[in-house]
């Protein structure tokens, strides 16, 4: 066994010697303003479908309106309200975790998947909930119901909607469960500090 | 209280300035390749720039910056979805197309360090690469969570490990 003893001034040295980062400002900026713009069209896109349930309420609650469409409209309405407290309830504590200490981070790191976890159970129960309630509303209005004109559309659209959502949900509880085992590992091996990677 | 944005932007291209080199460094401790060290690089960056908003100036920025950039590392494996944990130890090995007696001395020294850092456990790399950089036992404790005493153990710990793997690599 070779037993040459090791200068870690020199090690440190050499460490600090490697060659300078080789990104420029200018690749962030350009990053930065791509991101600035996703959030625009984030932000565009939650009040689009804000106003669209505006008006959605506004067309469908007119004086000429059908029992089936005021259930409708307070179901939707309802779910909103229910999965935007849930979503603010599910949040709490989660801000700002970047400065906190490794240990700390990797701790809210891990509850932040097991809310992410939590937000997926939510969203399969809402889409078996509404799917429910859709069927029993389409089943009790057959005749004079949102589905009486066209059923076939209604379906197609019904059910595209549910295949794109529950697709979403499983990814994102698959996602969710792997971003849980990885700080759980590596929450783990931080603790431990037992020497070589596994 | 927040900064300001002029005061922000000030702020940070003093940060990159001072410590861009060494956010750069620490990319090392979380991949292997350069593309995703570029990524995860401007992933920190990103993520330092929105937490000088909310930076108080009575904190220490050395520590600030490390912190986030270290969590920023951290939180970077877990998104690494396409890539195997296999793939990743393969990336350890070194290209045997690479010239190896081109390397200066003083390559030869860096690389065989980064190599031997690359295997330790995050729990062990990430104490000893905060050394390296130059950072006090108390502030690695503040970057790490853990207590100076801890520290102390875990340097000693990372020190040995890296000096076996720098003689088994010398040896072989």
Redesign the interface.
């Known amino acids: ?4 003893k ?1 200068n ?1 001034d ?3 040295e ?5 060659e ?4 420029g ?1 200018q ?2 900026r350009a ?2 303003e791509g ?1 600035r713009r996703t959030m625009l069209l984030v932000v565009l896109g939650e009040l689009a479908l804000t106003i669209g349930l505006i008006w959605l309420t506004i067309s469908l609650s007119g004086p000429a309106s059908v029992g089936a469409d005021a259930v409708l409209l307070t179901v939707l309405w309802v779910s909103w309200a229910v999965a935007t407290g849930f979503a603010w309830w599910n949040r709490r504590g989660q801000w ?11 701790q809210l ?1 891990l509850d932040r998947a097991t809310k992410k976890i939590r937000v997926a159970r939510f969203s399969a129960g809402l889409l078996i909930l509404q799917a429910l309630f859709v069927t029993w509303l389409w089943l009790s209005t057959a005749e004079t119901g949102p589905a009486a004109k066209s059923p076939s559309a209604m379906l197609l659209l019904l059910l595209t909607m549910v295949i794109v959502y529950t697709c979403w949900t499983i990814w994102y509880y698959r996602r969710a469960r ?2 849980h085992g ?2 759980s590992d ?1 929450l783990g ?10 | 209280m927040t900064l300001n944005s002029a005061k922000r932007d000030e702020l940070f ?1 003093q940060t ?1 300035v001072e410590y ?2 060494a ?3 620490l990319t ?1 401790g979380y991949c292997w390749r350069d593309a995703d060290r ?1 990524d995860l ?2 992933e920190i ?3 330092i ?3 000088l908003e ?1 930076f108080r100036t009575m904190s220490s920025i050395r520590t ?1 910056v490390y ?2 950039g ?3 590392g ?2 970077y ?2 998104q690494e ?1 396409r890539r195997s944990h296999a793939s990743l130890e393969r990336d350890l090995i070194p290209d045997p197309r690479q010239a190896l007696y081109k390397l200066t001395e ?1 390559d030869r ?2 690389q065989q ?1 980064q190599l031997a850092i ?9 104490p000893l690469m905060l ?4 950072l006090s036992n108390p502030e690695i404790a ?5 207590t100076e005493g ?1 520290v102390a ?2 340097l000693t ?1 990372a ?1 040995k ?3 076996q793997s ?2 088994g690599g ?2 072989s």
Not at chain 1, 1 to 4: D, I, S, T, V
Not at chain 1, 20 to 23: D, F, S, V
């Open positions: 066994m070779n037993n040459k090791i870690w020199a090690l440190a050499s460490w600090q010697g490697e300078p980062n080789p990104l400002e690749s962030f990053r930065l991101r700002r975790v970047s400065v906190a200490s490794s240990q700390e981070f990797l790191s792997r971003e990885h700080y590596l091996s931080m603790n431990s500090a037992e020497g070589q990677s596994p | 291209n990159m861009g080199d956010l750069w460094r090392f570029r690089y401007q960056l990103m993520a720039w929105q937490a909310q600030y912190r986030i270290h969590n920023r951290l939180s494996r877990a979805k003083e020294r860096r360090l690359r295997r330790l456990n995050p729990s062990l790399r990430q050394h390296l950089d130059g503040e970057v790490v969570g853990i801890n153990v875990r710990r020190r490990a890296v000096e720098i003689r010398e040896a």
